[in-house]
Nanobody, 122 residues
Framework: VQLVESGAGLVQAGGSLRLSCAASIRTFSDDAMGWFRQAPGKELEFVAAIRWISNSPFYGDPAKGRFTISRDNAKNTVYLQMNNVKAEDTAVYYC????????????????WGQGIQVTVSS
């Protein structure tokens, strides 16, 4: 599966940004699509995930109450709506796809996008 992220950019603190991740194909299983991020000098961090069929969203602590993950099955695309962004949200954001028995763990994802930069200015 090829994943293409878009929506990178520079945004002021308190603003909003929407990231998109388009998958080249989609299986008919309940695979997960996830967003992870990595800030300079820090480890990869789980942000959010959603499954194609069950549609249950999962959020990491940084995303709770501010970010919303959604998907458009017809377009094989997953979105991450980021609201009230903070300087600490600055990172490279990666989209990932896979069976992911535990969606918060990167090891469960077999395919990854190249990553896009999100920079929040304070």
């Amino acid at each position: 599966v090829q994943l293409v992220e878009s929506g990178a950019g520079l945004v002021q603190a308190g603003g909003s940004l929407r990231l998109s991740c388009a998958a080249s194909i989609r299986t008919f299983s309940d695979d997960a699509m996830g967003w992870f991020r990595q800030a300079p000098g820090k480890e990869l961090e789980f942000v959010a995930a959603i499954r194609w069929i069950s549609n249950s969203p999962f959020y990491g602590d940084p995303a709770k109450g501010r970010f919303t993950i959604s998907r458009d099955n017809a377009k094989n695309t997953v979105y991450l709506q980021m609201n009230n962004v903070k300087a600490e949200d600055t990172a490279v954001y990666y989209c990932a796809a896979g069976s992911a028995d535990i969606v918060t763990q990167a090891v469960g994802y077999s395919d990854w996008g190249q990553g896009i930069q999100v920079t929040v200015s304070s």
